[in-house]
Structures are given as structure tokens and as C-alpha cells.
């Protein structure tokens, strides 16, 4: 929902009405604009802005929610803390247009149909919050980002003037499915979200929580309405598209994918495990190379759960097959004769597996598609390590 590109320039170039209060007249106009993918993963999910025209007083403005300072203290460190500060940026209309016309991208337009009190409303919400005090929040890729702020500064300016209809939602899904309904899963973008995110995204989104992706606040606002004198009437005046998509299609081969990476792995792990069945013997360091990467996954994926405040993290259960113990237990592996409790240890690990199967099936949660080829061959190269130690 935001591009580096983009968020640096509106930065660095920042309209000087930001932070300050105007006048508007009654010829003023606000829209919603939505924006369609780009070619990078953070820019897949679209973009949501709000768009102020006031041909009389010659303004012409975005108020974006989705700018944010890489040059800011502890960047980084907030980031992976999940405490990373957002802002909401004031730029001119041309050149918020034009940096999406040089990316190929789609923009459409939704005038709403308010009332010069409520276009006062909306507007003084907007230019209180882009003042220095106000603008910074901290972002949410699910509660609290670019297209769930349209929805609620609307709610917050107009109150219950503001009807929105369930309609708008055909088929109600969980956060995953819709994460993946705008990615191909065999990416490597789409496999880092399966696996960082856990199972609190496996549960389905209510009407209103769709609007974390820009498609549904624009289908929202299609089918919203607001009341005039008593009467209800739709909130969008009118729908315009600004943009034609332009970009070619984002192709994705698959020898550079997931899928054949980790199919390529597995077929690895079962030559090995069969020449060891041949011969009679163990490869330690194939175990202690498996068990150490697993685990250092296993750590990382703990600490993104218990030690941040990333809300979408929690309870993952990918950490039953990236146990983080197993980082520590590879060293054991190595062993040419490892202690006796090692082999039950390998069968715990094979029960995890039985337990990360029932999750999957029962919907629990939802892992990557393209783990399936190594999941079969670290559970055979840990049923014949569990045989042969014994």
C-alpha cells in the first residue's frame, strides 16, 4: 500500500499547506482516490488517498496516510518492533497523478456528494490532522493503514450521516485469503507472510475489516450513503477513472520460486536419506544442518510473536516445524552416537508434524503451499533417523 519511491518523494516535497488550516469554498469537491498495484510486494495491496479540489480558491491537494521518514531515529529497529511511525502527507494532485502515471498504475476517483457542511467537516478534519502534532500514527497492516484511515476519518467527520451497507462484501474471507487474493502464492513475498504471520490472520474478516485493502473501501463507498434533510442518498456523487493501467503484467517464473526451490531441497534430503538407508549410515552433518536451520527459524519467528508488537505475529504455529530447541539440539546431531533421548526428541518432532497437519485441515491455521515438498522430506528424514538411532 505505500512504495518507497513514493513516500520518499511526497517527504522530501511535501506541500507547504501541510499543517495549516485554508479557506474552501462552496464549489469545493472531496474524493476518495484508489490506486491500483504496483510491482513491488508492499505496493501489491493498491493505495487509498483523499483528494481536496477547490477550483475557486485553486487548490488542489492529497492528504495521503501513507508516507512515512526512513531517515527517522531507530527506523529500522521500530519496524521490526512493529512500531513504526506513519504520517499523513500533504502533496499537490499533479504530482501524486503523475508519479503513479510513471509507474504504469491505475487511479480512480469517487466524488462524494456532501454538503458544503460537510465538506467543512471533512476537510477540517484533514487539515487538523496533517498539522506536525497530529499527522504521525503508529501503522497497522490490518487495523490501521492508508485504506482503513478513509473509512474512519469519514465515519469520524460525518457520524452517523455515514451509512455503510454489507453489501459490498459478496464472500467473506480471512485476512490470509485476502492477503493472497492479491499475490501469487508461489512468490517469495507471498512465503514471507505465511510464514511471519500466524494464526490470528486465519480467521475471517468481518464486513468492515475488509476495508484494510483499498479494493473494499472503493466498493464500500459505492454502495454507502448519506443523509440529506432526512433523505438517505448515495455518498458518491460520481466515479471517474483518472488512470488506465499501463504497466505490463508481473510475470513470475518458477525456477526461481519457492515451489521448486524447496522441491529441489526436499528431492536433496530423500537422495541423501536413501543413500544413508542403502549403506547403513547417518549423515550427521545433513541432520545438523537441517535441525540448526529450522531452529534459527524457529527463534526468529518466537521473538516476532513474544517480543514485538506486531499484532499480526502472534500464535504462529509454523513454529511446529521451526522449533527453535532444534538450533540448539543440531550440535547433538552431530554426534556419531547421540544419547538415547535424542531419538524420542526426533519423535517429538514427528508429532508436531501431526499436529501442524490437523491445524492445516481444520483451518486453524494456514501454512505455505510451498513448504509441502520439504515438510514430506523432513518427516521421512526424521522417521529414518528416529529408526536408526534406535
Known amino acids: ?25 462552496e464549489a469545493t469537491q472531496i474524493s476518495i482516490l484508489t490506486m491500483g498495484p504496483g510491482a513491488d510486494l508492499a505496493e501489491q495491496f493498491g493505495h487509498s488517498a483523499f483528494r481536496i479540489k477547490d477550483p475557486v480558491n485553486g487548490i488542489d491537494l492529497i492528504y495521503n496516510y501513507g508516507v512515512f521518514d526512513y531517515n527517522a531515529p531507530n527506523f529500522y529497529t521500530n519496524f521490526a518492533k ?65 485504506a482503513t484511515k478513509m473509512r474512519d476519518v469519514l465515519q469520524l467527520s460525518l457520524g452517523d450521516k455515514l451509512t455503510y451497507h454489507n453489501t459490498y462484501v459478496t464472500e467473506h474471507r480471512t485476512f490470509r485469503k485476502l492477503i493472497r487474493s492479491r499475490l501469487n502464492t508461489n512468490t517469495w513475498g507471498s512465503l514471507g507472510i505465511d510464514i511471519a504471520l500466524g494464526s490470528v490472520i486465519d480467521r475471517t474478516a468481518t464486513t468492515t475489516e475488509h476495508q484494510f485493502l483499498p479494493d473494499y473501501v472503493y466498493d464500500a463507498a459505492k454502495v454507502a450513503t448519506i443523509a440529506h434533510n432526512g433523505k438517505s442518498a448515495p455518498l ?28 529441489i531441497l526436499a528431492l536433496l534430503i530423500l537422495y541423501a536419506t536413501f543413500k544413508d538407508y542403502k549403506s547403513q549410515s547417518r549423515s550427521r552433518f545433513l541432520d545438523f544442518a537441517l535441525l540448526l536451520i529450522t531452529g534459527l527459524t524457529g527463534i526468529f519467528l518466537l521473538l516476532l510473536w513474544v517480543a514485538t508488537d506486531h499484532t499480526a505475529t502472534a500464535n504462529n504455529y509454523n513454529l511446529l516445524w521451526a522449533f527453535p530447541l532444534n538450533a540448539i539440539l543440531a550440535f547433538v546431531a552431530l554426534k556419531k552416537t547421540p544419547p538415547s533421548w535424542f531419538s524420542r526428541y526426533l519423535f517429538l518432532l514427528l508429532v508436531f508434524f501431526t499436529l501442524l497437519v490437523l491445524h ?11 513448504f509441502i515438498p520439504l515438510f514430506i522430506a523432513l518427516v521421512i528424514r526424521y522417521v529414518y533417523v528416529w529408526r536408526f538411532l534406535k
Open 82 to 146: 512493529g512500531k513504526l511511525l506513519y504520517a499523513l502527507g500533504v502533496n499537490r494532485f499533479e504530482r501524486f497523478k503523475n508519479s503513479y502515471k510513471s509507474q504504469g498504475r491505475w487511479m480512480k476517483e469517487q466524488v462524494l456528494d456532501l454538503d458544503k457542511d460537510e465538506t467543512l467537516a471533512v476537510a477540517s478534519y484533514l487539515q487538523n490532522n496533517a498539522k506536525p502534532e497530529n499527522k504521525g500514527y503508529l501503522y497497522d497492516f490490518f487495523f490501521d493503514n492508508c
Open 236 to 263: 458518491v456523487l460520481k466515479d471517474k477513472e483518472i488512470l488506465k493501467e499501463t504497466k505490463a503484467a508481473i510475470g513470475s517464473a518458477f525456477f526461481t520460486s519457492p515451489l521448486f526451490f524447496f522441491g
Open 360 to 370: 492445516w485441515i481444520t483451518g486453524v491455521q494456514v501454512f505455505a503451499p510451498a
Open 1 to 25: 500500500m505505500r512504495t518507497f519511491f513514493y513516500s520518499l518523494v511526497c517527504f522530501i516535497s511535501v506541500f507547504s499547506a501541510q499543517g495549516q488550516s485554508y479557506p474552501i469554498s
